[in-house]
C-alpha cells in the first residue's frame, strides 16, 4: 500500500517538524535558539537586543496557540490553530524574523 505525502507528513511529530522547518528558514542558526520541551519556544539571540524576536508555540487543550514577538513593539497570537496549520502560520513568522536577522 502505498502512502500519501499528507499521511507521511503526520507520521513525524510537529516538535521535528518545526525544527525541520527552522533549519531550512535560517542560513545561520547560530543566531537562533531552538527549544523543544511542553512548548516549542524560537528565540533570536542577539546582544544589542534584550527583548528579542521569539515565537511561542502551545498546546491549548487539543489545538495550539502561536505566539510571536517581533523584538521592537509587535506581538501577534494566533489561536485556534489545529496542528496541520502551525507550519503554514509558522511561516509567515519565520520570514518576519529573517528579515530582523538582515538589518541586524
Known amino acids: ?6 499521511h507521511a507528513m503526520y507520521e513525524f511529530p510537529l516538535s521535528k517538524r518545526i525544527e525541520n522547518q527552522v533549519k531550512s528558514y535560517f542560513t545561520n542558526l547560530e543566531k537562533i535558539d531552538l ?11 542577539d546582544e544589542n537586543n534584550v527583548d528579542p524576536p521569539s515565537i511561542e508555540i502551545k498546546q491549548v487543550k487539543e489545538n495550539y496557540e502561536l505566539h510571536f514577538w517581533d523584538g521592537y513593539s509587535q506581538s501577534e497570537v494566533v489561536e485556534n490553530l489545529k496542528e496541520k496549520e502551525i507550519t503554514k502560520s509558522l511561516r509567515r513568522f519565520l520570514k518576519k524574523i529573517n528579515k530582523y536577522l538582515d538589518v541586524s
Open 1 to 6: 500500500m502505498k502512502k500519501s505525502i499528507y
Open 35 to 45: 527549544a523543544i520541551d511542553e512548548n516549542i519556544r524560537i528565540f533570536v539571540i
